[in-house]
């Protein structure tokens, strides 16, 4: 086996022997079968039945995979997700549990019961179709995190509508773009939101959106900020036409398996935003899998998920995962600093909360504010942590892991994309040993390689690109490409970077493409930059390549320091050291930089891309995928003064 040993055959700062589940989380966990790979790949595809086995079916499939034409997971078969979401759970005499509990931005809080759940979802499904909303109409959300949000997605799966849920912190043009692609007519949206204290307009750029976009929109509106605003003749009223409807029901469409759910976009990090559709049948059945076997959720659970909901994380495990389990889901609006930076802690707190998912940048945020944040809180209800969405370092793991999980509860590092609907590779929290700084085995009936250019598998340790071999029943549609006769030749490539040990555990590299020839030899950034968050006082690294005047590759670190992290030019020097011992002299950053931030997209992932562009003395081009737009000045302005 390859421990520790990275893409170069040096030893990496993200060394480690491996850390087995507790006794007592895997004595009370849903999976223990250590067989279960096994058992899935003996038996594919009809193995995932296993994961249609979590969903009520309208009429039942006729086959598991039907590959004639493309790929028909669970053909034949019809269901509503709405149903499989509220409807059922009500039925089975957990009316009165909670299926969602929101905390607002002013510290007002609500519960929904799965009763409450089921009379709103109806009553707006009611008002939707009253107002011509048609199975197959694009419904369009523009809202922050409330829990209209959700309503409105589970109203839209009653009736057969396909939801597209736009990000509210996304402009005018970016609400446009995805109006006028997916040709939209309905959208839901809000006045505004708070953020910070502050009061946000969303309804300016809502009507600016639907200005630009050829068809008429036809709108609700849901008064978030309670200012007594006119709307005007375009926005019917979201409140005062729920209670008009309220204590209706509608019957549930039945839908065919492969029938979109809903449409999305990608985050942008590497390119413009992709459209992404998404099935009814096996989209579902893969998100209540994967929420049982990797979150390791059930009816009696609280799970936290820090995902916007704007995001494929927010869809598949705030929304439709925990709830067509029956557990209970917490939404909060806002940010995870406001009022203070113990405001997530004191949510997990309050809400006695089991499961906790979030992103390594918020992980890497909450080290860079200090352990006394979680530390004011019991955070004892945690039974598991899980990440998303980039690699997570081995510093910011064992962080997380002693801080947040009391040095006790397993982490699930969960890869998957936007396009992969569900989680895809990560350990089985109560089966396989955790190797922080890896994400760890495909998932049961998950086949993914890590290839060399040619295609052909790369040996144990070397760094290729992470392609999945057969596809499952959560793939978006249109997913990937047959490369023969018989169903099983397909293939899918993920555009990340990776390694794969002998033990088959996937080391997430970062993006194809983050891999610089430096003096002649391989280097991935991302080994530098795991190297640098070792530094004590680093709480955030990124690492690019610019090209110098002989064409040699200059190598930039631009580094975020934590609060007191002391002299600026000692912190430098440890950077450097520290990059020498772990990989070699050969990788020590021409240029550290450092930065108060990095700049990110909205769902929080570095883009690299601009800080390439900065380094190379470029401009700037494309910022729209930012958050903080505001960061690139500042960073061109510091790396002018160094050269
Ligand atoms: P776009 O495709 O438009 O460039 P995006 O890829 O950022 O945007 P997402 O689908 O939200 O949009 O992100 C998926 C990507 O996130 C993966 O391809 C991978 O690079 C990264 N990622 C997700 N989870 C992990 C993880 N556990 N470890 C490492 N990387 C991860
Ligand atoms: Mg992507």
Not at 253 to 274: E, H, M, N, W
Not at 477 to 483: K, M, P, V
């Amino acid at each position: 086996m390859n421990e520790g040993t990275s893409s170069t055959g040096r030893s990496s700062a993200a060394s480690g022997t491996p850390i087995q589940p507790p006794a007592s989380f895997v004595a009370g966990a849903n999976v223990t079968d250590g067989s279960l790979r096994e058992s899935f790949a003996e038996r594919w595809p009809e193995c995932w039945e296993r994961a249609a086995d979590f969903l009520d079916w309208s009429s039942p499939y006729d086959t598991v995979l039907d590959a004639t034409d493309g790929y028909d997971w669970f053909a034949g078969g019809t269901l509503n997700a709405s149903y499989n979401c509220v409807d059922r759970h009500v039925e089975a005499g957990r009316k009165s549990h909670a299926a969602l509990k929101w905390e607002g931005r002013l510290g007002e809080t609500r519960t929904y019961t799965y009763h409450d759940l089921y009379r709103e979802v109806n009553a707006l499904a009611a008002a939707l179709r009253e107002r011509g909303v048609e199975a197959g109409d694009v419904v369009t959300t523009y809202m922050p995190m409330l829990p209209e949000l959700p309503v409105t997605m589970l109203a839209c799966a009653r009736i057969g509508a396909v939801h597209s849920v736009v990000f509210a912190g996304y402009s005018a043009d970016a609400l446009a773009m995805r109006l006028a692609d997916t040709e939209s007519a309905y959208l839901v949206t809000c006045d505004g939101y708070y953020r910070r204290g502050t009061a946000y307009d969303l309804k300016r750029k809502a009507d600016n959106a639907c200005l630009d976009v050829p068809q008429s929109v036809d709108r609700l509106i849901v008064d978030r900020l309670d200012d007594d605003r006119s709307y005007g003749d375009n926005y019917v009223g979201y409140a005062a036409l729920l209670d008009e409807y309220r204590g209706e029901t509608v019957e549930p469409v039945p839908r065919a398996a492969s029938d979109p759910l809903f449409v999305i976009y990608t985050s942008g990090t590497t390119g413009r935003p992709k459209a992404v559709r998404h099935t009814t049948g096996g989209y579902l059945a893969q998100v209540a899998w994967t929420s049982h076997a990797v979150l390791d959720l059930g009816p009696g659970d609280t799970h936290l998920c820090s995902a916007d909901v704007g995001w494929i994380t927010g869809h598949s495990y705030v929304v439709y995962g925990p709830l067509a389990l029956g557990a209970t889901t917490v939404l909060y609006e806002g940010t995870s600093d406001y009022p203070e930076r113990d405001h997530l802690w004191g949510i997990v707190e309050r809400n006695a909360v089991d499961v906790f998912y979030a992103a390594p940048t918020v992980i890497r945020a909450f080290m860079k504010w200090g352990a006394e944040y979680p530390a004011d809180h019991d955070l004892s209800s945690l039974r598991l942590l899980g990440t998303v969405g980039e690699p997570i370092d081995e510093t910011t793991w064992r962080w997380y892991h002693e801080n947040v999980g009391g040095g006790e509860c397993p982490i699930v590092d969960t890869w998957w994309q936007t396009e992969t609907g569900g989680i895809l590779v990560s350990t089985l929290p109560g089966v396989d040993a955790m190797r922080p700084g890896a994400a760890g085995p495909p998932l049961p009936g998950i086949a993914a390689d890590v290839v060399d250019p040619h295609g052909s598998p790369v040996e144990p340790g070397e760094s290729g690109s992470l392609v999945l071999t057969r596809p499952w029943p959560g793939m978006a549609l249109d997913l990937g490409e047959s490369t023969g006769e018989d169903p099983t030749d397909w293939r899918y490539e993920t555009g990340d970077a990776a390694t794969v040990d002998a033990g088959g555990y996937v080391r997430l590299l970062g993006r194809e493409g983050n891999t610089l020839n430096v003096a002649g030899r391989r280097l991935g950034t991302r080994e530098v930059e795991a190297a640098i968050v070792a530094v004590d006082g680093v709480a955030e690294a990124a690492v690019v390549g610019a090209e110098d005047t002989r064409r040699d590759t200059v190598l930039y670190a631009y580094v975020t320091p934590q609060r007191d992290a002391g002299s600026e030019a000692r912190l430098r020097e440890r950077v450097r050291d520290a990059v020498a011992d772990a990989i070699g002299g050969f990788a020590v950053p021409d240029v550290v930089l450092l930065t108060p931030d990095l700049p990110k997209t909205r769902s929080g992932k570095v883009l690299r891309r601009h800080l390439r562009q900065i380094a190379n003395g470029e401009a700037v081009s494309d910022t729209g995928a930012l958050r903080n737009p505001e960061i690139v000045g500042e960073l061109e302005s510091i790396v002018d003064g160094v050269s």
